[in-house]
T-cell receptor
Framework: GAVVSQHPSWVICKSGTSVKIECRSL??????MFWYRQFPKQSLMLMAT?????????EQGVEKDKFLINHASLTLSTLTVTSAHPEDSSFYIC?????????????FGPGTRLTVL | GNSVTQMEGPVTLSEEAFLTINCTYT??????LFWYVQYPGEGLQLLLK?????DKGSNKGFEATYRKETTSFHLEKGSVQVSDSAVYFC????????????FGAGTRLFVKA
């Protein structure tokens, strides 16, 4: 149990277009999900905390208008990279916190690699 | 604020060698500590965790003990395999940080046959 999926696993897009990444908890409910960004050979940087039914909480320095987060249900959060540019190319990873589980435990998706040409 | 510091890599070992990856943390409150592993091109997998002082987490031959007196959570394995080659992240989650997971920089491990 406690599986998190992401779709797509990789995407290549042209500069100026928008890309949507989905994060789903497959076998549990998750009121809270997290979005991370990982640059090559670097650690994960928390971008935002996504809460079902309310606005996401963004970390300092993360543009909320650039990275739109929608947590429409207890099993789905989406991250939309708007007007993507080459500097947005990165590995995006989501995680989900189980509603009925330890509050400090997160389950991670496999990641989505975004390449902006 | 809460933070995690782990030894820089890469670490290169021969098969069956002993592995230690150092990790220290700074946190207020009562953090839980984790080790995650990331294989090439993949997301993170939880390797082991410890939720209170003196707890030992273990999985797949890896071990780490939560040492509050030294604020450390070093990862060890007695005999590494080529398949252990990956990036290892030490992390913490604390009530004082809203239970957000804070990651260390990661340590890349290469194991040679």
């Amino acid at each position: 149990g406690a599986v998190v999926s992401q779709h797509p696993s990789w995407v290549i897009c042209k500069s100026g277009t928008s890309v949507k990444i989905e994060c789903r908890s497959l076998d549990f409910q998750a009121t809270t999900m997290f979005w991370y960004r990982q640059f090559p050979k670097q650690s994960l940087m928390l971008m935002a905390t996504s809460n079902e039914g309310s606005k996401a909480t963004y970390e300092q320095g993360v543009e909320k208008d650039k990275f739109l987060i929608n947590h429409a249900s207890l099993t789905l959060s989406t991250l939309t990279v708007t007007s993507a540019h080459p500097e947005d190319s990165s590995f995006y990873i989501c995680s989900a916190r189980r509603d009925r589980g330890p509050y400090n435990e997160q389950f991670f998706g496999p990641g989505t690699r975004l390449t902006v040409l | 604020g809460n933070s995690v510091t782990q030894m820089e890599g890469p670490v290169t070992l021969s098969e069956e060698a002993f592995l230690t990856i150092n990790c220290t943390y700074t946190a207020t409150g009562y953090p839980s500590l984790f080790w995650y592993v990331q294989y090439p091109g993949e997301g993170l997998q939880l390797l082991l965790k410890a939720t209170k002082a003196d707890d030992k987490g273990s999985n797949k031959g890896f071990e780490a003990t939560y040492r509050k007196e030294t604020t450390s959570f070093h990862l060890e394995k007695g005999s590494v395999q080529v398949s252990d080659s990956a990036v290892y992240f030490c992390a913490l989650s604390a009530n004082t940080g809203g239970f957000k997971t804070i990651f260390g920089a990661g340590t890349r491990l290469f194991v040679k046959a």
